[in-house]
């Protein structure tokens, strides 16, 4: 089993669950579980095409997906998925 790790403003829309355990070959079936598990998520993961969301980083054990084969990045028993929303904000400097 691999844990997926969820981020604290996702965890509403997984009945407050901050990991689960899932069996997968890869991440994009790991993510299919999770979204399974609490679809409420889909939405907040994926496009309206079914596309990863831009702001949606994935990580295997601290590797960034993007670096690797994306959502099919294999995944094993031990691993560690973790979503990681991007986040944006801030004042300009000068302000």
């Known amino acids: 089993m691999t844990t997926l790790r969820?981020?604290?403003p996702l965890r509403p829309y997984a009945e407050?669950?901050?990991?689960?355990?899932?069996?997968?070959?890869n991440v994009g079936l790991a993510l299919e579980a999770l979204t399974t598990?609490?679809?409420?998520?889909?939405k907040h993961l994926f496009t309206e095409t079914g596309d990863l969301r831009t702001y949606?980083?994935?990580?295997?054990?601290?590797?960034?997906?993007?670096?690797?084969?994306?959502?099919?990045?294999?995944?094993?028993?031990?691993?560690?998925?973790m979503i990681i929303p991007s986040?944006?904000?801030?004042?300009?400097?000068?302000s």
């Open 56 to 81: 949606v980083n994935l990580f295997v054990n601290d590797e960034d997906i993007r670096h690797l084969q994306g959502v099919d990045t294999p995944i094993n028993t031990g691993d560690k998925l």
């Open 16 to 25: 407050g669950a901050s990991e689960i355990e899932v069996s997968a070959e």
């Open 37 to 42: 598990q609490y679809p409420t998520l889909r």
């Open 6 to 8: 969820i981020p604290t």
């Open 87 to 94: 986040i944006a904000g801030g004042a300009q400097a000068g």
